[in-house]
């Protein structure tokens, strides 16, 4: 989540979908090209609130942007945003903006929420903050549901990765809508896009039509076009200078019971395209429809519609260095102490609590701490709420976990 839009994807068992071909859109565009299963919704630390004709209270999918941003800027901004939202809640402070270099004016994010939003509500200032900052947090909470929960997979099986400069203000909130049992904070959130653009192996998509049937596989033509497919992706790698040891290929296929207008791709096993990789595909297609429908027929001859061959070549990828070792004792890492709003259990009324703030470049391996808790760096702000628990690992990636 960064200033105008949020991100989100699923990656059981720490792999990223691929969208259907179909799906591959840009606007109102069809792309008909290889993407990640990464959709992205207009909610983000410029999102504006505002009340419509209708008395509708919505944020976003307006953004402010970078220019003239949030009020609390002094840039020329006016309406509340999300980022305002949060000064007033006492969660960002005057020295929370990289680190302290960046002048902001929290009376200017107090009027604009007030103005805009309270006074037209008829609604107390903190009530009317803490309903720009809910409302944001639903519409994340439903967009990961539809990757979630509307795919086959239950959200509590996971672990919610905080993103972004604005991912680790609202991740507490989202793992508590939707159960999700943990919620890591990378050591550097707000260039984590940055560092996986330059990190990420190359990779070539080669596919092409066979059209057969497990009930009666072309065995002869799968072999064949798979060696074909797998040589024109290496080719493509070296080609790039990629390094023999570095390239691997990865398998899938498109399948689809007889009838269906639409298919499923699913990774296909490595090896001598044989009868038993034909019924391992077969079944793996099974259980990916029974997952994602919710109904499976075996009995059922699959219908092996694409295959595809994925060239992958790896690139040097950073290693994270551990941190200096402590104690569970955090408390060495207080910078401060402030008040803050809080709930619990997403109850109605807020209320002020006196809060510490963490610096997080102070943290050892090892520390502890509950919340409410707000944790500050350069490029971002991590929120720990009531009933929760923050422990640092080795190499200081914050792991927030829920109550019971």
Known sequence: MGGTSAD???????????????DTRIGDYHAMVPM????????????????DEGGMFRVGPRSAGAMPGPACYNRGGTEPTSTDAMVVMGWLGA???LSGTMEVKPELATEAVKTHIADKLGADLEHAAMG????????????ISLHSVRKGYDPREFSLVAEGGAGPLYAWQIAEHLGIPRVIVPGHPGI?????????????????????????????????????????AVAQLRADGIAEDDITLERSVDCRYVGQGYELRVPAPAGEITAEWVEQTAATFHEVHGRTYSQRFDDKPVQLVNIRVTGV??????????????????????????QALFWKNDSADPEWVETPVYDRALFKAGNTFEGPAIVQQFDSTTIVGIG?????????????ERSA
Do not use: C, N
């Not at 990640?36 to 009340?51: F, H, K, L, Q, R």
């Not at 720009?132 to 967009?143: G, N, V």
């Open 8 to 22: 989100i994807g699923v990656a059981p068992d720490g792999k990223l979908r691929m969208k259907h071909l179909l």
């Open 192 to 232: 984590t896009s940055a560092v996986g653009l330059l990190t990420t192996d190359v990779r070539y998509e080669v596919p092409t039509t066979v059209w057969t049937s497990s009930a009666e596989p072309d065995l002869d033509l799968l072999s064949r076009e798979m060696d074909r497919l797998s040589e024109q």
């Open 388 to 400: 929760q628990k923050a422990t640092v690992d080795a190499v200081g990636h914050i792991i927030i």
């Open 132 to 143: 720009i900052f809910q409302i944001l947090a639903h519409s994340m909470t439903e967009a």
């Open 95 to 97: 020295d929370s903006f």
């Open 313 to 338: 070549g790896a690139v040097e990828h950073i290693r994270i260095a551990e941190i200096d070792k402590g104690g569970a004792d955090a408390s060495g890492a207080i910078k401060s102490t402030t």
């Open 36 to 51: 990640a299963e990464v959709d992205t919704i207009g909610a983000g630390g410029g999102s504006i609130a505002s009340i």
